[in-house]
C-alpha cells in the first residue's frame, strides 16, 4: 500500500484532512447531498495526488470527472458539461498510462520545464480559444455565464495536456483556472444553486493545492534538469 501511494508530508497530510472536514460539514450544515461530498472528496484527492505526481491522482479524478459533469450539468453550465464527459473521461485513461512509464522508485512522476517559447503558444491557445468558445456558448439557450465558462473549459483542457505531458506550468494554468472557476460557483451560488457553497470550497481547495503544486514540480524539474 505504502508502495502505492507514496509517502505524505505533514503539510499533505493536514491539508486533506482539513478539505475533507470542511466539506463534511458543509454538508451537514447545507444539508447538501451525500452524492457532492463525494465528488468533493475525490476531487480534494485527485488534485492532492497531481500536486505529489502520484498515479493514483488518474483513478479518483475519473470519479470525479463523471459527478462533477452532473452537477454542471443541473446548474446549467454545459460548457462544464462537455469538457467532463467528452476530454477529461479519456484524458483520464491517457494520462494513466502515459504517466505509468514515467514513474520512479518513490512513486513519482518525473517532471518538465516549458521554454519561452512553448509559454508563448500556451497563452496565446487560451486567449483565442476562450474568446471563441465564449461566443458559441452564449448563443446556447439556458447557458450561465458563457464567457467565463468557456474560458474556465479552455483552461482546463490546457491544462490536462500539460499534466498528462508532465509539464510543470500546467499548474500556472490551473491558478488561474481556480480563480475564474470559483468566480463562477459564487455566481451560481448567488442564484440558488444548492451545490454552489460546497463547490466554492471544493475550487478553493484547489487553488491551494495549485500553488502547493507549482511549488513541487518546480522544484521536481528542476532537479530533473540539474
Same mark, same amino acid.
Given at each position: ?13 493536514v491539508?486533506?484532512a ?10 451537514v450544515?447545507?444539508?447538501? &447531498? ?6 468533493? $472528496?475525490t ?10 505526481g502520484?498515479?493514483?491522482t488518474?483513478?479518483?479524478?475519473m ?5 462533477y ?5 443541473t446548474?446549467g ?6 469538457l467532463n ?10 494520462g ?8 520512479g ?9 516549458l521554454?519561452a517559447r512553448g509559454?508563448a503558444?500556451?497563452?496565446?491557445i ?6 471563441? $468558445?465564449?461566443?458559441g ?13 468557456a474560458?474556465? &473549459? ?6 490536462? $495536456?500539460?499534466?498528462?505531458?508532465r ?9 488561474v ?6 468566480l $463562477?460557483?459564487v455566481?451560481? &451560488?448567488?442564484d440558488?444553486s444548492p451545490?454552489?457553497?460546497l ?5 478553493s ?10 511549488? &513541487?514540480?518546480?522544484k521536481?524539474?528542476r532537479?530533473?534538469h540539474a
Amino acid at each position: 500500500m505504502r508502495k502505492l501511494w507514496g509517502s505524505w508530508n505533514v503539510y499533505e497530510i493536514v491539508w486533506l484532512a482539513l478539505f475533507s472536514g470542511v466539506a463534511i460539514v458543509l454538508t451537514v450544515i447545507m444539508k447538501d &447531498t451525500v452524492f457532492g461530498f463525494t465528488v468533493f $472528496l475525490t476531487g480534494v484527492l485527485c488534485v492532492v495526488l497531481a500536486a505529489k505526481g502520484n498515479l493514483m491522482t488518474y483513478v479518483f479524478g475519473m470519479y470525479n470527472t463523471f459527478g462533477y459533469a452532473y452537477l454542471a450539468y443541473t446548474n446549467g453550465l454545459f460548457g462544464e458539461v462537455g469538457l467532463n464527459l467528452l476530454f477529461f473521461a479519456p484524458m483520464n485513461v491517457v494520462g494513466f498510462l502515459m504517466w505509468r512509464k514515467h514513474i520512479g522508485n518513490d512513486q513519482q512522476v518525473s517532471m518538465r520545464r516549458l521554454d519561452a517559447r512553448g509559454l508563448a503558444i500556451v497563452a496565446v491557445i487560451c486567449a483565442a480559444g476562450s474568446a471563441a $468558445l465564449g461566443y458559441g456558448l452564449s448563443l446556447i439557450e439556458g447557458q450561465n455565464s458563457p464567457y467565463i465558462d468557456a474560458l474556465t &473549459t479552455v483552461l482546463s483542457i490546457v491544462a490536462t $495536456l500539460l499534466m498528462v505531458r508532465r509539464y510543470k506550468e500546467q499548474w500556472l494554468v490551473y491558478i488561474v483556472l481556480n480563480i475564474f472557476t470559483v468566480l $463562477l460557483w459564487v455566481i451560481r &451560488t448567488a442564484d440558488g444553486s444548492p451545490d454552489g457553497m460546497l463547490m466554492i470550497v471544493m475550487w478553493s481547495a484547489y487553488l491551494v493545492n495549485a500553488i502547493y503544486g507549482y511549488y &513541487t514540480w518546480n522544484k521536481g524539474a528542476r532537479e530533473a534538469h540539474a
